[in-house]
């Protein structure tokens, strides 16, 4: 079953190390959407699949990278877009 879902990660955290280790999971868990960085400080995460990749995408951006502190994370359903790889984006 497919799903797709939009993550906004607010904490303390560097977008440069942070956005690769997205790209990096959604590779590695075969998830298609993007990343970007908003301007006022939060990160958002699209990110669609089936619904055990995404799943496990959502705890990767839960967790985040070493040294980073998620202070607030907001998970909303979207409908499927049919993204045809994982990107980070410029905001």
Known sequence: MKKSIRVIIQGAIQPVFFNRFIKENADKFGVRGFVRNQGDGKVE??????????????????????????????????????????????F
């Open 45 to 90: 995460v699209f990110i669609e699949g089936n619904m055990n990749e995404v799943n496990e995408m959502i705890l990767a951006c839960k967790t985040g990278p070493q040294h980073s502190m998620i202070r607030n994370i907001e998970e909303r359903e979207e409908r499927f877009q049919g993204f045809k790889d994982f990107r980070v984006m410029d």
